[in-house]
C-alpha cells in the first residue's frame, strides 16, 4: 500500500514509508481550533524519517515557554502538513486531512475535550483527556 498525502494545491507531496493508516488523535485545544480553522485538529504521530516530502516547502518555528514547533507547510497555499517540536525529537505530527486517504482514518484518541465544541459527542469507548494525555497512555495507541 502507498500511503501518499500533500498540500490542496498539490504543489507539495509526500510518501510515508509505513505499511498502513496510521491511527490520529482528534485535538480540541484552542490553539488547534484557531491555527486549522475548525473544531479540532486531527493528526498522526509518525517516525519523522518515515516522511519523504517535495515541493515547496516553507518553514514556521513558534517557540511557546521551553518548546520549540517547527511547522512545514507549502509555499504556495500553506496547507500546514506536519510539525517536529523539541520535546519529541524524531516524532512528525502529521496534519491527518493531508493524507490522499483521510476519508479511511480512525480517531482512536481525543485530547483537550475541556475545550471541545459543545454540540460534538466523543464516541463511547474512545480514549479521552480533559488536556493533554498522559505520554504511557497516548503513544501506545498512536505509535502501537
Not at 505530527?93 to 483537550?112: C, E, F, K, N, Q
Amino acid at each position: 500500500m502507498s500511503i501518499e498525502g500533500g498540500c490542496r494545491c498539490s504543489a507539495v507531496r509526500y510518501t510515508l514509508s509505513i505499511d498502513h493508516l496510521p491511527p490520529t488523535y482528534a485535538c480540541h485545544c484552542l490553539d488547534c481550533q484557531t491555527w486549522s480553522g475548525s473544531t479540532f485538529s486531527q493528526q498522526a504521530l509518525l517516525p519523522e524519517e518515515a516522511v519523504h516530502i517535495s515541493g515547496p516547502v516553507v518553514f514556521y518555528d513558534r517557540t511557546t515557554g521551553d518548546r520549540t514547533s517547527h511547522q512545514r507547510m507549502c509555499g504556495i497555499c500553506h496547507t500546514r502538513l506536519y510539525n517536529t517540536n523539541t520535546r519529541r525529537p524524531g516524532i512528525a505530527v502529521m496534519r491527518a486531512g493531508t493524507l490522499d486517504d483521510s476519508d479511511r482514518l480512525d480517531v482512536v484518541a481525543h485530547i483537550w475535550v475541556k475545550r471541545k465544541q459543545p454540540w460534538l459527542i466523543v464516541p463511547e469507548g474512545v480514549p479521552s483527556w480533559p488536556e493533554s494525555a498522559p505520554p504511557e497512555d497516548f503513544l501506545p495507541l498512536l505509535m502501537g
